[in-house]
C-alpha cells in the first residue's frame, strides 16, 4: 500500500530536479533545448516530458518557479514595517535584485506569455504591491484618488521599463533605480491628483 505515495513523492523529486536544473541553464542559455535540460537535471530526455509535455509547459514552470523566488525576495523586505513610501521601495528593490539572477528567464518569460497570462503571473507580485499601497492610501501617504488597480499596474509598468532600460545599457542601474524611486513617489504622492 506504500508504493503509490512513494511513487509519487519520488515523481515530486524528479520534476524538482528538472525545474531547477531548468532555471539554472535556461537563465544561462535561454535557448536550451529538452535534452539539454534532461542533461543537467541528470535524467532522460523522456523523464523531462513526462513532466513537461513542451519546452513551453517546461518554460512557464521556470517562470512561475522564478515569480515564486521573486515573491519570497519581496516577503523578506517587510512590508509592513515603517513608512509606506519607505516599503514600496524596499519591496521593488528586493523583487528587482532577485529578478536580476534570472534576466534572461525574465525577459523570455515576458516575451512568451500572452497578455493574460502574464498578468495573471504578475498575480503573486501584485498583490504585494497592492497591500503597501492600500497601507499608504489609508495613511495619507499614497493618493487615495485613482483606482488601486491602476495604481498597481503603474507600479509594474514603470518597474519593467526601469529593467528594460538597464538591460539595454542605456541608463545605469543605479541611476535608473533612482529614477525609479523618484517617479513613483512623485506619482503616487496625494497632491499628484490636483495639487495646488
Do not use: C, K, N
Not at 55 to 62: F, H, K, N, Q
Not at 145 to 168: D, F, K, N
Amino acid at each position: 500500500m506504500s508504493s503509490p505515495p512513494r511513487r509519487r513523492a519520488d515523481a515530486e523529486r524528479s520534476r524538482t530536479a528538472v525545474l531547477d536544473a531548468a532555471v539554472q541553464l535556461l537563465g544561462e542559455r535561454p535557448d536550451a533545448g529538452m535534452a539539454a535540460v534532461a542533461t543537467a537535471a541528470g535524467v532522460t530526455r523522456q523523464t523531462v516530458y513526462a513532466h513537461f509535455s513542451s519546452r513551453d509547459d517546461l518554460l512557464t514552470a521556470v517562470v512561475d518557479r522564478v515569480t515564486e523566488r521573486v515573491a519570497e525576495a519581496m516577503d523578506a523586505a517587510g512590508a509592513d514595517e515603517g513608512p509606506a513610501p519607505d516599503a514600496l521601495l524596499r519591496l521593488l528593490d528586493a523583487a528587482w535584485r532577485a529578478a536580476e539572477t534570472y534576466p534572461a528567464l525574465v525577459s523570455l518569460g515576458a516575451r512568451a506569455a500572452p497578455p493574460d497570462e502574464d498578468r495573471e503571473r504578475h498575480r503573486p507580485i501584485a498583490d504585494r504591491i497592492a497591500h503597501v499601497l492600500e497601507r499608504g492610501r489609508g495613511g495619507g501617504a499614497f493618493d487615495p484618488g485613482p483606482a488601486l488597480s491602476w495604481q498597481v499596474a503603474a507600479v509594474i509598468a514603470l518597474s519593467h521599463a526601469t529593467a528594460e532600460e538597464t538591460r539595454a545599457g542605456r541608463v545605469p542601474a543605479a541611476e535608473a533605480t533612482a529614477a525609479l524611486h523618484a517617479g513613483l513617489l512623485r506619482l503616487l504622492a496625494p497632491d499628484a491628483a490636483g495639487g495646488s
